[in-house]
């Protein structure tokens, strides 16, 4: 899913957006460092759609939420900084 969304990114900004954040949400419930090295591409993903679409406001929100939501989860925070999210 995530690779459709990966080619499409470009050509349709706005349906390979909405593929990553879902993709993000289902990231949420399990733990570990490759999924949230996962959840950090994805992320990169929706930024990169966000700045085609305009709306990087929107993203800084949703990290920003998104980070005070999983704040516990330090590898996470640790692995968000290293690629500045």
Known sequence: MARLADLSR???PADAL??????????????GDRV??????LLLGARDCHRALGT?????????????????RRKLMT???????
């Open 10 to 12: 470009e050509a349709r």
């Open 18 to 31: 909405a593929v990553y954040l879902r993709l993000v949400e289902q990231l949420k419930g399990p733990t």
């Open 36 to 41: 949230y090295e996962r959840m950090a591409r």
């Open 56 to 72: 990087l406001d929107e993203f800084a929100a949703y990290v920003s939420a998104l980070r005070v939501e999983l704040k516990r």
């Open 79 to 85: 692995i968000l900084d290293r690629h500045r999210l």
